[in-house]
């Protein structure tokens, strides 16, 4: 690392030589060979990034991830190795969950190892699930910890670290999440670093404006992964070039709308993941669109065009209606981790939205109809987890207008990439209309770059594909 971690957030994408190889990994070889095993694929890409983070001559080596290209299985590897060769190792994430998800991924996939969770000292620090593991030391200070293989923690527990390390190595999880002011933070505790992270998800979150910072060397709000390239341009970068979670109906989609400059390939093929119902369609609209989606992937319930509150009655209620007969039918998941089919029960059902009020009320139409289990959040909440199939509510559904918020091309990624076999969108029709008559009106900036694709592009992406899958909505 630089002892400067705050600067430009400059794109990624298409930076260094690995693309070329991301590109042959995820679509034709060259003279129209058939594209490498998914499998091979992937391994090609791990071992390239394990040899550059056990051996390489670089002090950083960055990992861009699709969604559900194995991230978390990639760092649990990492750690394993790293530990392996006697060099201390420390592991920040963003969240407590994210961390509590690392600890217990560790020491079941390795139960001799030591590993250390760092945690605050709040009444319930953790998750209880780390209690079975015998070899998971859980503290508040880091001295407590001190001597063990792998010490895991959120990046803003590790900023109040005092008088320990420096640790040899460090991994940083979900790094596109993490600001380079919380960089900074904990920069001076490790020597080494490797950084994995999804570059098409939600930038990092700030409470206050940043708009004075933009396009200087230490604007605090720019990504840790971009900022840490901008001062660094020469650290590898590699790309996991398989999506293990999307289905081959989504893969291409998802890849052509959000990483057009980093594409990636589904892990299955087509027909090997099937949705089906035990029950028979009853002919309605949201039968009509669950049949669409199972046997497509996609599915668009269409509400007429309309300018309504944010919490839209009807469209909530068209979420709930959908959730509730997917629930009722009895969905049945095939696909490639079993030989028999797995029933879709209401905690493999996810609900995505732009808003909380919108989240909430979606619960409560969802408990007066009966239905619970189901995960009902924001985008933000639902970045890294995974379900059999999501109901997505569009951000642009019932708006007079487009404001950057519901055009960031990370909350629509997020939402249209948390499924393993269908999503189904609901969203009222005059969105494409709306995207052509709000042209972007954000200023021009010195010296930051232009994220491709922008909001307008993305959605129009998306929108020209589920064109192809509507079922207009009749109550």
Known sequence: MTDTATGTAADTAGRTATDASARTATGPAAGGAPAPDPGAAAAAATGAILRDTLSGAHRGVVVDSPPGAGKTTLVVRAARELAATGRPLMIVAQTNAQVDDLVDRLATADPELPVGRLHSSEAQPYDPVLDR???????????????????????????????????????????????????????GLFERALFVGDPGQLDPFSQVAAEQWAGLSYDPSASAVTTLLAHNPDLPVHRLPVSWRLPASAAPLVSRAFYPYTPFRSGTGEGERRLEFSAPPDGSSVDRVLDEAASSGWGLLELPARHTPRTDPEAVAAVAAVVRRLLERGGMAFGERSPQPAPVTADRVAVGTAHRDQAAAVRAALASLGVTGVTVDTANRLQGREFDVTVVLHPLSGRPDATAFHLETGRLCVLASRHRHACVVVCRAGVAELLDEHPSAEPVQLGVEVKFPDGWEANHAVLDHLAGHTVPWRP
Do not use: C, F, N
């Not at 900023?159 to 960089?183: C, F, K, T």
């Open 133 to 187: 593991h015998p070899s998971v030391v859980k503290s508040a200070k880091a001295a407590d910890l001190a001597g063990l293989d792998v010490v895991v923690s959120t990046a803003a527990k590790w900023a109040h670290v005092r008088g320990a390390g420096p640790w040899e190595q460090a991994i940083v999880d979900e790094a596109y999440q993490m600001r380079s002011d919380a960089l900074l933070a904990v920069a």
